[in-house]
């Protein structure tokens, strides 16, 4: 978790630069959903992300260089450039693409879920979504078909409860998002998304009955982020939500909740803290470097990997 808040905190940093032309979708306040999730995983799992991937791609140790090159547009990056933030992917640690169309992600996961059914290797795929995806048809078609086959599926809700602007009172009737999943038989869990044990412990529980052959489960992790919807910027001012919400989150910090933890328990000091976070900004600052001296692809080679 702070490594990706790290990373972030660092590119919301350099944004303002304009060496970074694509958009950002920043995950700061919500590292916990992505951290607990993907650390409940094997090799050979995959997983599939959203506009807002930064989080899983590292979670899933996807190369630090390669994102921040990918974001830099150039061709070192995971994807040669081509994608930025919003399409990362490292297939061979298990992040098998980030799709910014809203509710992208869970067919795909689906289809490598139906896979690994008929070829019984007991591997699990995720599908990363917001609160909003709730709203599409995709996540019904996906999940009555998964229930019907009994699929190796997790369906994660990241409910920061908020699409871009428009609250969650707004879009959906009142009650629990879980309860969406009771009509297509889908085992469901509610978690509180910023307590990174609790995500872990309840990322196990839906891995082991996908693994088992009980089918899919719709996690909903409950949890808020700090900067605007797309960009490296606060946007409190805008109206949309309160100041007196976005600090009742701050005070739920992912971070600060596992670091206290942590401190209580004597398995983290001071010291080691220091220690972890000048090693890892060390590491970005060297990726941010390896970035700007990365060569950009040749215009001749545009025309590849475009379909018709």
């Known amino acids: 978790?702070?490594?990706?808040?790290?990373?972030?905190?660092?590119?919301?940093?350099?944004?303002?630069?304009?060496?970074?032309?694509?958009?950002?979708?920043?995950?700061?306040?919500?590292?916990?959903?992505?951290?607990?999730?993907?650390?409940?995983?094997s090799e050979g799992d995959r997983v599939f992300s959203t506009h807002r991937s930064?989080?899983?791609?590292?979670?899933?140790?996807?190369d630090l260089d390669a994102m921040i090159?990918?974001?830099?547009?150039?061709?070192?990056?995971?994807?040669?450039?081509?994608?930025?933030?919003?399409?990362l992917q490292a297939p061979e640690r298990g992040l098998i693409a980030s799709v910014p169309i809203v509710g992208g992600s869970i067919p795909l996961a689906t289809g490598t879920a139906l896979s690994d059914s008929l070829d019984g290797?007991?591997?699990?795929?995720?599908?990363?979504?917001?609160?909003?995806?709730?709203?599409?048809?995709?996540?019904?078609e996906s999940a009555n078909f998964a229930v019907l086959r009994s699929l190796p599926?997790?369906?994660?809700?990241?409910?920061?409860?908020?699409?871009?602007y428009t609250p969650l009172k707004e879009r959906q009737p009142?009650?629990?998002?879980?309860?969406?999943?009771?009509?297509?038989g889908l085992s469901a869990e509610t978690v509180d998304g910023n307590d990174a044990e609790a995500v872990l412990a309840a990322a196990g529980r839906a891995v082991e009955r996908a693994r088992a052959g009980t089918g899919p489960t719709l996690l909903v992790l409950d949890t808020y982020r700090w900067r605007e919807h797309c960009g490296p910027n606060f946007d409190n001012h805008l109206g949309y939500r309160t100041e007196a919400e976005y600090l009742a989150w701050r005070e739920k910090c992912p971070l600060e909740r596992s670091r206290a933890r942590l401190f209580d328990r004597g398995l983290l000091s001071a010291e080691a803290e220091q220690s972890m976070i000048a090693?890892?900004?060390?590491?970005?600052?060297?990726?941010?470097?390896a970035a700007r001296a990365a060569p950009l692809p040749d215009p001749a080679?545009?025309?590849?990997?475009?379909?018709?």
Not at 1 to 25: D, G, N, S, T
Not at 174 to 184: I, N, S
């Open 69 to 87: 090159a990918e974001m830099h547009g150039k061709t070192t990056g995971c994807i040669g450039g081509r994608g930025g933030s919003m399409h």
């Open 121 to 140: 290797n007991r591997r699990v795929s995720v599908a990363f979504f917001g609160d909003a995806t709730l709203e599409e048809g995709v996540f019904h």
């Open 279 to 289: 090693d890892l900004t060390a590491r970005i600052e060297a990726a941010f470097d």
């Open 1 to 41: 978790m702070l490594y990706v808040r790290l990373v972030e905190e660092a590119i919301a940093a350099r944004y303002a630069e304009q060496e970074m032309r694509c958009p950002v979708h920043l995950s700061i306040g919500q590292e916990a959903a992505a951290v607990g999730v993907c650390h409940a995983l």
């Open 153 to 164: 599926v997790l369906f994660v809700c990241e409910n920061n409860l908020y699409s871009v």
């Open 54 to 62: 930064h989080a899983h791609y590292l979670a899933m140790n996807g």
């Open 301 to 308: 080679t545009a025309a590849l990997h475009v379909y018709a």
């Open 174 to 184: 009142a009650r629990p998002l879980a309860d969406v999943a009771h009509g297509h």
